[in-house]
Nanobody
């Protein structure tokens, strides 16, 4: 069965950086596109980034474009999200998912941006 384990979240000040990881198992990671989603307090899920299976094609939501970078290591079945210049509005629980779906997803990792 698909298992996704997100990590790397934490508390940072505005302008700071974090790198999230998603360890994947239970499916052929290298054959699967992947996405990062987030859910801010009181809001719905937002797809913020997508990467095709070979890593050659990526896309970003306007809210994070130019600040976040998605990448993957197919040899290690791991998805990454490097987040720079974090803003208050980036505070959310971050999830990885397979393809364009919203489930299944892991427990998420909390990112809190505060001064």
């Amino acid at each position: 069965q698909v298992q996704l384990v997100e990590s790397g979240g934490g508390s940072v000040q505005p302008g700071g950086s974090l790198r999230l990881s998603c360890a994947a198992s239970g499916f052929t990671f290298g054959n699967s596109a992947m996405s990062w989603l987030r859910q801010a307090p009181g809001k719905g899920l937002e797809r913020i980034s997508y990467i095709k299976r070979d890593g050659g094609t990526t896309s970003y939501a306007a809210s994070v474009k130019g600040r976040f970078t998605i990448s993957r290591d197919n040899a290690k079945n791991t998805l990454f999200l490097k987040m720079n210049n974090l803003k208050f509005e980036d505070t959310a629980v971050y999830y990885c998912t397979v393809g364009m779906g919203t489930t299944p997803r892991g427990q998420g990792t909390q990112v809190t941006v505060s001064s």
